[in-house]
């Protein structure tokens, strides 16, 4: 099984919602702050965050699938 890149593990609900406030913090939110501050660095590190552990559970099952046909 090959990944999906970046949308690897992210239902199209979450993609479009992601997109959805991704673009309101464009247009709506604060002019400017410290990267530690930015709603959009937070929201870009939770999509990070949410592909890295699809792509870590993904592996887990790939593994064990591989361990139970070579047992098998």
């Known amino acids: 099984m ?18 959805l406030r991704r673009l309101g913090l464009t247009f709506f939110g604060p002019a400017q702050l410290g990267e530690t501050n ?8 939770e999509r990070a965050a949410k592909v890295a552990r699809a792509r ?3 592996e887990q099952r790939e593994a064990e699938e591989k ?6």
């Open 2 to 19: 090959s990944g999906k890149g970046d949308n690897e593990g992210l239902s199209i609900g979450y993609r479009i919602g992601y997109q």
């Open 38 to 45: 930015d709603p959009t660095a937070r929201l870009a590190a």
């Open 56 to 58: 870590r559970e993904r």
């Open 67 to 72: 361990a139970r046909r070579s047992a098998a």
